[in-house]
């Protein structure tokens, strides 16, 4: 595959408005990895993650979000709420079997630029976004969580950013994500312990925005976070939030080729891989005790 090609057709143009440069074609529409509801009467829409058991994320499951990111663009929806349609997960972070074992360059840079993408289309999006993080968020999960402009979560589950335990350095656009959301010391001690916080702790250092109790409440409080755009031109709150989110959104633009190599690099490592081993044989084995 010719990577200079894969990167210019996945670019976002140097406005860095999004784009719909990008063919969308669904990889899996048999599977359905996405599910989309648009409600007709509040214009609100709700994404699911439904790639069971655990919503680990692939490149099919990145490429079906941009799709729908792009449709919901386009059907200019009033807001977004994305969740997960898997019991007790809402996304387990990066399918590891993308990472593990020594995956092919050719699939992991399309792995990669699908991801950067998906994380470009989510975090400038002109509609508002919530998370409604239902169920378990680590790492890539914590990721979707974070790039929303909102976040509800219900009790009892976990969220956090876990690479660095699993042998993985977040990259820079994950830790202005971060940054956007908690203030400088705390975002830099949750991604150097890579400690995954409960819903509690989540909420009491910033992390989350509100605790809900279940899906209606969750529904509810969205409503209510979208109501507060109400009175505001739609364009005038898109350019705000773009304009605002400039600085991080352009870092990743700029190098995305670079970032892309450097974490293949960083990947193929042995002591990488020997690290991400073990750790999903871990994963595995837990199940045997
Ligand atoms: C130089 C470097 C530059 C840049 C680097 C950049 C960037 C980083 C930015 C983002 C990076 C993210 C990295 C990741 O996301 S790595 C993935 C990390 N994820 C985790 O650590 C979570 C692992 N999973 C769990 O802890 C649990 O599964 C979970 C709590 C989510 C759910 O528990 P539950 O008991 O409900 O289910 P399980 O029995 O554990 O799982 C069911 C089966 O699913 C498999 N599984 C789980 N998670 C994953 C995954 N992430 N990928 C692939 N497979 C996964 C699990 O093994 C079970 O499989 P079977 O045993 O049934 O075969």
Redesign the pocket.
């Known amino acids: 595959m010719n990577f200079s090609r894969l990167i210019k057709n996945c670019s976002i143009p140097s406005r860095w408005l999004l784009a719909n440069n990008i063919r969308y074609q669904s990889s899996s529409a048999a599977q359905n990895l996405i599910q989309v509801d648009i409600n007709e009467e509040t214009g609100v829409s709700v994404v699911s993650l439904n790639r069971k058991?655990?919503n680990?994320?692939s490149l099919e499951l990145f490429k079906d979000f941009c799709g729908v990111m792009d449709d919901l663009e386009r059907e200019k929806v009033r807001g977004m709420v994305l969740k997960s349609s898997c019991?007790?997960?809402f996304s387990?972070?990066?399918?590891?079997?993308e990472?593990y074992p020594n995956p092919s360059e050719e699939r992991f840079e399309a792995f990669w630029l699908w991801?950067q993408e998906s994380w470009l289309k989510l975090y400038a999006s002109s509609f508002p976004t919530v998370a409604f993080v239902n169920?378990?968020a680590?790492?890539?999960?914590c990721?979707f969580a974070i790039s929303c402009e909102y976040r509800l979560m219900l009790p009892y589950y976990?969220i956090g950013?876990?690479?660095a335990p699993?042998g993985?350095?977040?990259?820079e656009w994950?830790m202005n994500s971060l940054r956007a959301v908690l203030p400088g010391k705390n975002a830099e001690r949750l991604l150097t312990s890579g400690r995954l916080l409960d819903t509690q702790e989540a909420f009491d250092i910033g992390l989350i925005d509100q605790i809900v109790n279940n899906e209606e409440e969750a529904m509810a409080r969205s409503e209510e976070f979208f109501a507060t755009f109400d009175n505001v031109p739609k364009l005038a709150r898109a350019l705000t939030k773009q304009v605002y989110r400039k600085n991080d959104l352009n870092q990743l633009i700029k190098n995305r080729s670079s970032?892309a190599k450097?974490?293949l690099?960083?990947?193929l490592r042995p002591e990488t891989q020997k690290i991400?081993g073990s750790?999903?044989k871990s994963?595995?084995d837990?199940?045997k005790d």
Do not use: C, M, W
Request: glycine residues 8%; proline residues 4%.
């Open positions: 058991p655990v680990s994320l019991d007790n997960v387990s972070g990066l399918d590891i079997t990472l991801f169920g378990h680590p790492a890539g999960g990721v976990k950013l876990n690479e699993v993985i350095v977040a990259t994950v970032d450097q974490f690099n960083h990947i991400i750790y999903f994963l595995k837990r199940k």
